[in-house]
């Protein structure tokens, strides 16, 4: 089974703190995403990383950035936390070639004060 | 870049009854059309997926159907069964990446 894990399920930052979100896969996959959820928007593409060191902006980039150095892992970064960053963050990845598959991580909710 | 619309956004059927959940998309490039549910707590899982190759898809009680000309393709639930109570997302490619863009996600309830 494909696993892909999301480091910590439940965060609660400050406003303005930096902010680590870890997600690692066992499948050797190349593709790795980060999505963001809220109610009614969806899932909405931050970054994604198709290798390593290689990352590409997704939707909503802004106040975020991302760190690929191992295959395995994928990285979000908040570098100075916002109150409208409050949001369930879902890490995702894929092979290549592309199946159309994507396997997710069980999200990360994260509580900006 | 591809944009996805998803409708509508809750549905509540009796159970037995039939759910059908319609999406529209704008690359007319997109070749692939995902659909994800995501039971309470739980992350996104595929359930079925067509390829643009193909007009109609089924896979027992769900089937897609996809309609090129007028770029929408819907999911069908037939029979509909409480533990079929979920969100479900529609997808599409992303122009020539392996990224996907989600639909805003349909809220289904079942009523026993």
């Known amino acids: 089974d494909v696993k892909v894990t999301q480091s910590s399920r439940y965060l609660v930052k400050r406003t303005g703190e930096k902010v680590f979100l870890e997600c690692v896969q066992d499948m050797d996959h190349e593709n790795m995403f980060w999505y963001r959820q809220d109610p009614g928007l969806g899932l909405r593409l931050i970054y994604f990383?198709?290798?390593?060191?290689?990352?590409e902006k997704g939707d909503i980039p802004e106040g975020y950035s991302v760190s690929r150095e191992k295959k395995e892992r994928f990285s979000l970064i908040l570098e100075s936390a916002s109150t409208n960053q409050t949001s369930m963050y879902l890490c995702a990845s894929s092979p290549k070639p592309h199946t159309g598959e994507l396997f997710f991580g069980e999200g990360s909710r994260l509580t900006v004060l | 870049g591809e944009n996805v619309e998803q409708h509508p956004s809750t549905l509540s059927v009796q159970e037995g009854d039939s759910a059908v959940i319609k999406c529209t998309y704008s690359?007319?490039?997109?070749?692939?059309f995902p659909w994800y549910k995501q039971e309470l707590g739980k992350r996104p899982q595929l359930i079925i997926d067509?390829?643009?190759?193909?007009g109609e898809k089924k896979d027992q009680r769900i089937a897609v159907t996809l309609n090129k000309t007028a770029k929408h393709f819907s999911l069908h639930i037939t029979e509909t069964q409480p533990e079929d109570s979920a969100v479900y997302f529609c997808?599409?490619?992303?122009?020539?990446?392996?990224?996907?863009?989600f639909g805003t996600g349909t809220r289904l309830q079942v009523f026993p």
């Open positions: 067509i390829r643009s190759n193909v």
């Open positions: 997808a599409a490619p992303g122009g020539n990446t392996d990224k996907l863009i």
């Open positions: 990383s198709y290798d390593v060191k290689m990352k």
């Open positions: 690359d007319s490039a997109s070749n692939y």
